[in-house]
């Protein structure tokens, strides 16, 4: 297949070509670099040094002999996307190009305007270049869990459900109900696409995913083929900061009492996931959804996991609860269905206690240039915080 | 009070601005004249003319003996929004200043693009502006019975539903699906607005309403203070198109098989229940939702009575269904509450039959105008089209 990654440069966009090619696909990757350089902007950077895009797509030659293409651009630029998919008639578009960060979208007025209008413009962009140059092209979009929240249901893979309202039946959404700017930006593209599927027959997987974890895939073997791995308050997710924290000697920052349930999997089991949902595309004009994670952990289990490893490699770090910044339940019911994966034939080959050992050791080569940004990892923007100051 | 209208210059924003005004309320307008601009991009024009806006406030001046105040200025500029409130301390902001056309918003991927973030970004600005001023103020947001498509439940006056999802009861933002980048827009600020409410308890009314016809209210006694009257394609809602269409000696250009229901007012009543709801402010903190709408009715219906009303001024007019552009029930349930209005004291005053006579016989004097822009009435803009010609 040939198959285009828009925000081929990030954390999963970056692994997710190299297995794509890895399985004899073409990829043709899109990215602008926004990530590189509004982790910058927070006073971070990723803890594991990365190469720019022509050297990492060097060093993919030289190490797999793999053969990426890549276009320097943003996917606001309706031009420029319409110009790549004309050009390159891509099977599929794998839709990672937007900004991803809840904290960052929190920050004030400007990074909210800044996170809704990207991530919509750039998803509605889409919608218009894959009518544009061929239906055909399956889009695969990428959701998240936290689109809706903590519901006290369990999380179908539909985009609708059935339900009576006041004694009256009727097939609605499935309700969604997000915790920041970021998260309603994907709840937002869920509609719009919904929309799209509705009147044009845009085919188009919706990936409902949890935080990924974790260092490696197959495929990155060598540091050269690394992956951005974030850590600080606004880009780095629980699991990969509490792993850079024990490297640190630091307190693991549980955010509340610890008890928000998530479901975690390993960048290995991402890109395997993604790569199946790629291969087996649903029919001509349909809109799936699938619900991709592998465990179900409490903050306080991971926590537990983190510390027990770093125990194990002669780390002894506390656990801190710290104020939660956010505003999400503390405890809840959590219920996600996970069929669609297991049914093409998806079987995690790792839990987080396999892995975590891996990850910090990884992580520990670069101790001296995480200390450098140890002060970007306490929370610095808290959700309930009036804009007050903000006179810009 | 004081009040800031924000999208004064519009077809509602002006005739409210001197309701408020009549009532003793202070009015500050906003406008970037947007509307203005985009009804003559698409080949049209107010079928009325209307002055400026330093002449309109001159005019109500020397009319009425009211005193608006007026900012020019896009809301999508934080700065000058946050400006305007902070000088002006208000108790309350209706914001009117989006982009309010359907068919616009789906003429291709610029103007989904642009009414997409127009839309969004200038209402979370209003929410950060709010919360920076003053967290006291009340939004009035304008929202749409369109946000509902039109569902089969019968559509409650709350954000929030009571539901059960196979087998597990929860309770899920009221469930909606618009039928166009425009009405979508609407559900995002719904739900961007329902978000800043749970974290900043910013208070809200939220008003789903219906469309409006008409070119008079109590206080439009003069031509120089006639609102905009849009009767083309993209910016003429049905009653005024239909008006128009009789006036010219056209048949009314009925979409489809004609049977789609909506709740309608008048623009006299449309300002009345805004008064009531801005004058009525909700608790702190609250989140209220009304239905604003006076009469059920069908195109089919409005189609009769138009023809009927036009019969008795001596114009003989035909009922012509031509193909819907839209992507739309022919033949659906429909069921609003209507609770919110009528327990402020809300009473209806004019029915669709007692108004017709008037808005024709207004739109007489200005036949030749009408003529200009006749071309401007039939369909352009057709949802189910592919974007496929455009490569702009």
């Known amino acids: 297949?040939?198959?285009?990654?828009?925000?081929?440069?990030?954390?999963?966009?970056?692994?997710?070509?190299?297995?794509?090619?890895?399985?004899?696909?073409?990829?043709?990757?899109?990215?602008?670099?926004?990530?590189?350089?509004?982790?910058?902007?927070?006073?971070?950077?990723?803890?594991?040094?990365?190469?720019s895009m022509p050297d990492r797509i060097k060093a993919a030659k030289e190490i797999h002999g793999f053969k990426m293409k890549f276009h320097e651009g943003d996917v606001t630029k309706y031009e420029l996307l319409h110009k790549v998919l004309k050009e390159e008639k891509p099977d599929a578009v794998v839709h990672f190009a937007e900004q991803r960060s809840a904290p960052y979208s929190m920050i004030d007025v400007k990074?909210?305007?800044?996170?809704?209008?990207?991530?919509?413009?750039?998803?509605?962009?889409?919608?218009?270049?894959?009518?544009?140059?061929d239906p055909n092209i399956a889009s695969v979009k990428m959701g998240t869990m936290g689109e809706f929240g903590t519901p006290n249901f369990d999380i179908p893979e539909s985009a609708?459900?059935?339900?009576?309202?006041?004694?009256?039946?009727?097939?609605?959404?499935?309700?969604?109900?997000?915790?920041?700017?970021?998260?309603?930006?994907?709840?937002?593209?869920?509609?719009?696409?919904?929309?799209?599927?509705?009147?044009?027959?845009?085919?188009?997987?919706?990936?409902?995913?949890?935080?990924?974890?974790?260092?490696?895939?197959?495929?990155?073997?060598?540091e050269r083929l690394h992956t951005r791995f974030d850590f600080d308050q606004a880009w780095g997710t629980v699991v990969n900061r509490f792993c850079v924290e024990s490297v640190l000697g630091m307190p693991l920052t549980a955010y509340g009492k610890g008890g928000q349930i998530r479901g975690y999997l390993s960048l290995e089991?991402?890109?395997?996931?993604?790569?199946?949902?790629?291969?087996?595309?649903?029919?001509?004009?349909?809109?799936r959804v699938a619900n991709q994670f592998v465990e179900l952990l409490s903050v306080n289990n991971i926590a537990s996991l983190v510390q027990k490893t770093a125990k194990g490699l002669g780390i002894n770090v506390e656990i801190s609860h710290v104020d939660n910044p956010r505003v999400e339940a503390d405890t809840h019911y959590y219920n996600p269905e996970i069929k669609v994966l297991p049914s093409l034939g998806f079987h995690p080959s790792l839990?987080?206690?396999?892995?975590?050992?891996?990850?910090?050791?990884?992580?520990?080569?670069?101790?001296?240039?995480?200390?450098?940004?140890?002060?970007?990892?306490?929370?610095?923007?808290?959700?309930?915080?009036?804009?007050?100051?903000?006179?810009?």
Chains 1, 2 share one sequence.
């Open 1 to 51: 297949m040939k198959i285009v990654v828009l925000g081929a440069d990030g954390y999963l966009g970056w692994p997710l070509s190299l297995r794509l090619m890895a399985r004899g696909h073409d990829v043709v990757g899109v990215d602008n670099f926004a990530t590189r350089k509004a982790v910058k902007e927070v006073g971070s950077d990723s803890a594991i040094p990365i190469l």
């Open 111 to 133: 990074h909210a305007a800044y996170t809704l209008s990207n991530n919509i413009v750039g998803s509605v962009n889409l919608i218009y270049a894959i009518m544009a140059v």
């Open 160 to 222: 609708f459900v059935d339900v009576e309202i006041n004694g009256r039946k009727d097939r609605i959404t499935t309700p969604k109900f997000a915790g920041s700017w970021y998260h309603w930006t994907k709840v937002h593209d869920t509609n719009n696409l919904l929309f799209a599927n509705k009147v044009w027959g845009i085919t188009a997987t919706d990936i409902m995913q949890g935080p990924v974890y974790g260092t490696r895939t197959k495929e990155i073997t060598d």
């Open 269 to 287: 089991d991402s890109v395997t996931a993604l790569s199946l949902l790629i291969e087996n595309p649903p029919k001509k004009g349909e809109y």
């Open 351 to 392: 839990k987080m206690a396999d892995i975590l050992g891996q990850v910090i050791g990884d992580l520990m080569r670069y101790k001296s240039r995480m200390e450098k940004f140890k002060g970007s990892i306490m929370p610095q923007t808290r959700w309930r915080d009036h804009p007050s100051a903000d006179t810009s």
